[in-house]
Nanobody, 123 residues
Framework: QVELVESGGGSVQAGGSLRLSCAAS????????MGWFRQAPGMEREGVAC????????SYADSVKGRFTISRDIPKNTLYLEMNSLKPEDTAMYYC????????????????WGQGTQVTVSS
């Protein structure tokens, strides 16, 4: 059974940084394309950053390019999202996902989801 557990969210001021972690279990971590998604109140969920399982190539939403970095530690079965220069518009619930469409960093019908971690950025 796939299980994804996010941590590292919190409240920061604009310009600050946070590092999100996602501990994965119940499947072969290295064989699933992974990603971070977010959803703000009243908004649709959107892909933020994704990483290919085979070669580690990454893709990012235009809104976070140059500020966010997705990475993974395969031996630890952990996915990370380093977020720098945070803006109030980054405020959202952030979700870890396994089994995503990496080229467009999009979810699929059978994507697995964590429970989410809240990120709040104040101006």
């Amino acid at each position: 059974q796939v299980e994804l557990v996010e941590s590292g969210g919190g409240s920061v001021q604009a310009g600050g940084s946070l590092r999100l972690s996602c501990a994965a279990s119940g499947y072969n971590f290295s064989r699933y394309n992974m990603g971070w998604f977010r959803q703000a109140p009243g908004m649709e969920r959107e892909g933020v950053a994704c990483i290919y399982s085979s070669n580690g190539i990454t893709s990012y939403a235009d809104s976070v390019k140059g500020r966010f970095t997705i990475s993974r530690d395969i031996p630890k079965n952990t996915l990370y999202l380093e977020m720098n220069s945070l803006k109030p518009e980054d405020t959202a619930m952030y979700y870890c996902a396994a089994g995503v469409y990496t080229p467009k960093c999009a979810e699929l019908p059978n994507t697995y989801w964590g429970q989410g971690t809240q990120v709040t950025v104040s101006s």
